[in-house]
């Protein structure tokens, strides 16, 4: 069932692929005469917008659109709602690959200039047990976004059914302060794990996987009871 949806999903964006493709030819090329941190910087914010967009496509909606399919159609299918959650869950990081390849790449040309020429930052030398904590720490950070994504759209969704304004509008202001102090959270533990590289990396990355798996476990328990 997973390949029927991922065959779909590519026949029916097909176009945002190809720009995927040739952003990423135009990202090398441009990185052969301009530093390549910055295009690195803008490549992986064109690949997140992408990502990002694909929440609501794979997730579904209430009513049919022209662009997402039905939540309804989703629950009638012949699944599991445990085996759909992780169907979507696994449609929607494939999107997130585009970005993952930058930002694993990232560290490995990471340079900074000074008056005496260009220097390695520290990443190129990193031992390989701090790059794949680092990778861990992606991969993490990502899982997080993505359930805590679906989690405010299953709220806003539940949110706009409530009939009363004041409940309607101390909701809103719950969800969006209590989404906007977590991902706070997960940028800062992402921030120290991208700019360190001692015992406070393994932390960082360490907390990344405990908010992912807490963020997934809750959203899948709302999904099942929504």
């Known amino acids: 069932m997973l390949k029927h949806f991922l065959k779909r999903d590519f026949k029916t964006n097909w176009i945002v692929w190809a720009f995927v493709v040739i952003s990423g030819m135009f990202a090398w090329v441009m990185s052969l005469y301009v530093s390549i941190i910055p295009v690195l910087f803008g490549l992986g914010y064109i690949y997140f917008l992408v990502a990002f967009a694909s929440h609501f496509m794979v997730l579904g909606t209430q009513w049919r659109s022209q662009h997402c399919m039905s939540r309804y ?3 009638a299918l012949p699944i599991e709602r445990k085996s759909l959650y992780l169907i979507m869950q696994c449609r929607i990081l494939v999107h997130w690959v585009p970005l993952l390849l930058v930002l694993l790449y990232t560290p490995v040309s990471y340079y900074y200039t000074t008056d005496g020429g260009r220097v390695s930052h520290g990443w190129q030398g990193m031992p390989i047990r701090h790059y794949v904590v680092y990778g861990l720490g992606v991969l993490s950070a990502m899982i997080w976004m993505v359930s805590s994504s679906i989690y405010v759209q299953l709220m806003s969704e539940k949110v706009t059914c409530y009939l009363i304004q004041y ?3 101390v909701a809103w202001l719950m969800l969006i302060g209590l989404n906007s102090i977590e991902m706070g959270v997960a940028i800062g533990f992402a921030c120290g794990a991208f700019f360190s590289s001692s015992y406070i990396q393994f932390l960082c990355v360490a907390g990344l996987i405990v908010g992912a798996c807490l963020r997934y476990l809750w ?5 099942l009871r929504g």
Not at 219 to 223: E, H
């Open 167 to 169: 409940k309607r509008i």
């Open 219 to 223: 959203t899948r328990r709302v999904w």
């Open 73 to 75: 159609y989703l629950l």
